[in-house]
């Protein structure tokens, strides 16, 4: 189902209308930042503001871009958003590579994903009750509700909320400082608040997960795996650093749990694999992961080791062992040969033995079946790219942007597409519309300038359209500045 952004109407709020050449429009209007706590935030507010802070997100360096993780997290994460209570708007998910065990959620339905979280889960059911945690927080309106609840709160503002927040996300200890700083309330009432939304959210999460097919009693399982490093380590997890653990949290989630019948979930092979990618390409270094592989290998006494097969071709892969990688992926896919995962990793084999009209071919009968799958889609249009076939890369990214308008890696791609094809103009125009992702609208200005530039004097409505974007990407850097 295709969401639509509302159309918003807020205090000093300006109209940015997004464009790249060919790419569906939508419309994102920057609220004033700097009202009161006070003053209560209606859905749309807290959408907006959730768009600004993922602007800045996308433009750290932890940031992963990466389709099959990607498709695997939304696919998980939109079950559980099905099956939840009080669902406003839709949710998006995006990992961090970070090996500590966090997940945290803020304004607007986004959830972000540590690496670590799904390297150190046991099963999908752990990691899913972590996502029907924080999705809960969202749902529940938690950071909102903690805004309208203070009684002193005139040297709080949402910008300092979103600091605190943004500074959460990349160092949770001076997060909370800055949240401290930021409140004029006591440390204490502050943290007996929170604890009251974790008790909320270990609710909802755990009716959600249970709706949703898994196993409720995981919930109480993930929390004693973090109290027991929580014993052995001088500094908690970064979870627990905004996730206060009481002993008696535990306890409560396990009674809880015990209101449910006891459920068997089937282990998930794309569980599985998501963990082995994670491993290989974000965890550990290839040829550490290697070792790490086949070593599990050899003492595994499982019937079904594909996850660790396809991690150790992974590793391979990545260290131009093309051979070994190639032999394992040939197996693989013998036993699945529609698998995502699969088809991603042997796209990856052909291009780097320089075969990427077989990708091509490979890609182009799945893509004919299932034209939207981003995984699909992105890694075609990449072949295309390295096959030098421009305008199939080109065909298949508009078609793509219909669907998803934001998507940013393949507004990088398309970039890429025009710079490769000498055409200046829709390569400035189409680097304008990236760097806007990023909330750089001073160089998304100057790269439009650029793009009117090699506009001809005759194509009055392209000259048009352009100026009207500089108009509106110049205004935009005006109104961030006031934060």
Known sequence: MQYKRPLLSLLTAVA????????????????????????????EKEQAIGDVMMMQIRAGAGFIQDPVLDEYVSSLG??????????????????????????????????????????????????????GHEIAHVTQRHIARRLQNQKDNSALTVAGMIAGILATIVAPDAGMAILSANSTQSALNNLSHSRKAEQEADRFGMKTLKNAGFDPYASSEFLSKLAEQVRYKNKPPAFLLTHPLPETRISDVRLRAEQYEKVYVP??????????????????????????????????SSLDNRDLEYGLALSLLDQKKLKESEAILKKLRSEDPNNLFYID?????????????????????FHDLRPNNQVITLNLANAAIEAKDFELALQVLKVFALEKPEHNLAKQLLTKVYEEQNNKAAFHEAKADLLSQY???????????????????????????????????RQMQKALAKL
Not at 25 to 37: H, I, M, R, V, Y
Not at 444 to 468: C, F, G, M, P
């Open 267 to 300: 282990s998930s092979l794309n569980f599985a694999l998501a963990k082995a990618r994670v491993l290989a390409r974000y965890q550990y270094e290839p040829k550490i992961a290697e070792q790490f592989f086949r070593s599990n290998l050899e003492r595994s």
């Open 16 to 43: 940015l209308q997004w464009q790249g050449s060919a790419l569906a429009q939508s419309e994102f209007n920057l609220p004033d930042l700097g009202t009161s706590a006070s003053q209560a935030l209606s859905i």
């Open 345 to 365: 990793a042997q796209t990856d084999l052909l291009i780097a033995k320089g075969q990427a009209k077989e990708a091509v071919t490979l890609l182009s009968s």
């Open 439 to 473: 909330g750089a609208y001073t160089k998304a200005a100057d790269e439009i300038q650029k793009a009117l530039n090699h506009v001809e004097d005759s194509e009055e409505i392209k000259q048009q359209r352009l100026k009207a974007l500089l108009s509106q990407y």
């Open 78 to 131: 939109n079950k559980l958003v099905a099956n939840a209570d009080d669902v406003r708007f839709p949710f998006k998910f995006f990992w961090l590579k970070n090996p500590d065990i966090n997940a945290f959620a803020f304004y607007g339905g986004h959830v972000g994903v540590h690496t670590g979280l799904l390297a150190q889960s046991d099963n999908e059911s752990q990691f899913a009750s972590v996502l």
